[in-house]
């Protein structure tokens, strides 16, 4: 296990140490000095790579993937709770995305758009290939939260005299939103991060995966790393205040439940 974290976050420290790199240091060790300049520059004007702009796109299609994943994932987990006809299929239907190679999606959903004589977009055709990453992985943690869901809940709060929407409302979905804020949570993170099926059909503005590998493609200095640097601490910022958010929520109900 400790050889397989090494694995995993080696390279990130590396990257994080390289980013406080001196003035006259490269993108290599040793380190020249320990400066701030390289985040210095990525807010410069005349940059060849817009990472401020490209960063706010990011995190506004993050928000919208994240919000549309949230809303199919509970609405199917509803409404997957009893057996129908042609379930299964749905469901594998629903899922078969993440089997077909990402860069495939992408070319598919851009062909469609030429097709039909509409313009590649990021909040539009990007957002809908970015949707066939994460919509699946909604579905598979929404209907792992609900088939450990106590249904007796429900069914007392029918006994009181909650209708419908009340028992919807006050019962269950309170239950479910540790689960809710982890699909969020990763539908965001996927999202923020993702390249390979936003590259063909961003259309004239870049995502900041795709500023990020523009930049690679055309000068290496340690300004890369620190980029690095902070998309990573963004996404660590998002995932610890879910987290900090549900256990304290988890807190909250057991102290409820005790006192």
Same mark, same amino acid.
């Given at each position: 296990?400790?050889?397989?974290?090494?694995?995993?976050?080696?390279?990130?420290?590396?990257?994080?140490?390289?980013?406080?790199?001196?003035?006259?240091?490269?993108?290599?060790?040793?380190?020249?000095?320990?400066?701030?300049?390289?985040?210095?520059?990525?807010?410069?004007?005349?940059?060849?790579?817009?990472?401020?702009?490209?960063?706010?796109?990011?995190? %506004?299609?993050? !928000?919208?993937?994240?919000?549309?994943?949230? /809303? +199919?994932?509970?609405?199917? *987990? &509803? =409404? #997957?709770?009893?057996?129908?006809?042609?379930?299964?299929?749905?469901?594998? %239907?629903?899922? !078969?995305?993440?089997?077909?190679?990402?860069? /495939? +999606?992408?070319?598919?959903? *851009? &062909? =469609? #758009?030429?097709?039909?004589?509409?313009?590649?977009?990021?909040?539009?055709?990007?957002?809908? !290939?970015?949707?066939?990453?994460?919509?699946?992985?909604?579905?598979?943690?929404?209907?792992?939260? #609900?088939?450990?869901?106590?249904?007796?809940?429900?069914?007392?709060?029918?006994?009181?005299? !909650?209708?419908?929407?009340?028992?919807?409302?006050?019962?269950?979905?309170?239950?479910?939103?540790?689960?809710?804020?982890?699909?969020?949570?990763?539908?965001?993170?996927?999202?923020?991060?993702?390249?390979?099926?936003?590259?063909?059909?961003?259309?004239?503005?870049?995502?900041?995966?795709?500023?990020?590998?523009?930049?690679?493609?055309?000068?290496?200095?340690?300004?890369?790393?620190?980029?690095?640097?902070?998309?990573?601490?963004?996404?660590?910022?998002?995932?610890?205040?879910?987290?900090?958010?549900?256990?304290?929520?988890?807190?909250?109900?057991?102290?409820?439940?005790?006192?």
């Amino acid at each position: 296990m400790g050889v397989f974290l090494l694995f995993l976050y080696g390279p990130m420290f590396v990257i994080y140490l390289l980013s406080f790199q001196g003035p006259n240091g490269g993108v290599t060790f040793p380190m020249v000095g320990v400066s701030t300049v390289w985040f210095e520059d990525i807010l410069k004007p005349g940059q060849m790579a817009n990472i401020p702009v490209a960063f706010g796109r990011s995190i %506004l299609l993050a !928000a919208i993937v994240s919000t549309i994943t949230v /809303l +199919v994932s509970v609405a199917a *987990g &509803l =409404g #997957f709770r009893r057996r129908f006809r042609g379930s299964g299929i749905l469901f594998y %239907l629903a899922v !078969a995305s993440l089997v077909m190679p990402s860069l /495939l +999606v992408g070319f598919g959903i *851009g &062909l =469609g #758009f030429q097709l039909f004589g509409w313009k590649a977009d990021l909040f539009s055709s990007a957002l809908a !290939a970015q949707l066939t990453w994460t919509l699946p992985f909604g579905l598979f943690a929404m209907f792992a939260v #609900f088939n450990r869901f106590n249904r007796a809940y429900e069914e007392a709060a029918t006994d009181l005299g !909650a209708n419908a929407w009340q028992r919807l409302r006050w019962v269950t979905l309170p239950i479910l939103l540790p689960g809710i804020l982890g699909v969020a949570m990763g539908a965001f993170t996927l999202s923020y991060d993702e390249y390979a099926r936003t590259t063909l059909v961003a259309g004239n503005r870049n995502t900041l995966p795709l500023e990020i590998y523009a930049l690679i493609s055309s000068s290496t200095s340690p300004t890369l790393f620190a980029i690095g640097t902070l998309t990573t601490t963004v996404s660590f910022l998002v995932i610890g205040a879910t987290l900090a958010f549900v256990f304290r929520l988890q807190r909250r109900r057991a102290l409820a439940r005790h006192g």
